[in-house]
């Protein structure tokens, strides 16, 4: 069965830093792999997919993620961290035939000033 | 375009109560459906899916029921919520092979 690990729960960064946001996964072949984002009271938003080719995915509002496979990771960057980035960020797994997505535990951002 | 609708926003029931959150779906046509649950401090929990009419899957047994009476609406339910029901519940919609989800808005629901 496929799995997704955030091992960070919550993250705080200073407004100008970068951000790096962790993902493991765990599924028997090639994944689908996603990143989420939720505002409060919110519902999700995709930031970006990975399904093959470039490793490096580029996503909306200057994120990108790289997929290891090696490592089975899917970290989410972003080079300079803005207030409204704060948000709960979730990471996801997909099977092959694209029925389901199995998300990790999310990972909740602040942002200090 | 495709558009998913999520109803109520919020919703406030008491313990015991029937419960029936309903989810539409414009702009396509056969979409797999789901029902997610987002407890406090917790990550989503998938609860339904359906690949068709009639057809459910349910991934964790509890005191919800999910129906699918046609193509695009998907409705989740429950006889008498219980304090543990409280949460957030998200609807979502793929379609094809390998797709992302598309989210409706969710509903808050609070158990009193």
């Known amino acids: 069965a496929q799995s997704v690990t955030q091992p960070d729960i919550h993250i705080t960064v200073s407004e100008g830093a970068s951000l790096e946001l962790r993902c493991n996964y765990s599924?028997?072949?090639?994944?689908?792999l996603f990143w989420y984002v939720q505002s409060p009271g919110q519902g999700l938003q995709l930031l970006l997919k990975?399904?093959?080719?470039?490793?490096l995915v580029q996503g909306i509002k200057g994120l990108e993620a790289e997929f290891k496979r090696s490592q089975s990771s899917f970290n989410l960057r972003k080079p300079s961290v803005h207030w409204s980035d704060a948000a709960e960020y979730f990471c996801?797994?997909?099977?092959?035939?694209?029925?389901?997505?199995?998300f990790g535990g999310g990972t909740r951002l602040m942002v200090k000033p | 375009s495709q558009t998913i609708h999520q109803w109520p926003a919020t919703l406030v029931q008491p313990v015991g109560s029937p419960l029936s959150l309903e989810c539409t779906v414009e702009?396509?046509?056969?979409?797999?459906l789901y029902w997610y649950r987002q407890a406090a401090g917790r990550g989503l929990q998938l609860l339904f899916y359906?690949?068709?009419?009639?057809?459910i899957s349910s991934e964790v047994p509890q005191n919800l029921s999910a129906s699918r009476p046609q193509d695009r609406q998907f409705i989740l339910s429950s006889k008498k919520l219980l304090l543990s029901d409280s949460g957030f519940y998200l609807c979502?919609?793929?379609?094809?092979?390998?797709?992302?989800?598309?989210f409706g808005s969710g509903t808050r629901l609070t158990v009193v």
């Open positions: 990975y399904f093959s080719g470039d490793t």
């Open positions: 599924y028997g072949a090639t994944p689908y």
């Open positions: 359906s690949v068709g009419i009639g057809q």
């Open positions: 702009g396509t046509s056969n979409p797999n």
């Open positions: 979502a919609w793929s379609i094809g092979t390998a797709s992302d989800y598309t």
């Open positions: 996801a797994v997909g099977d092959n035939a694209g029925n389901m997505l199995t």
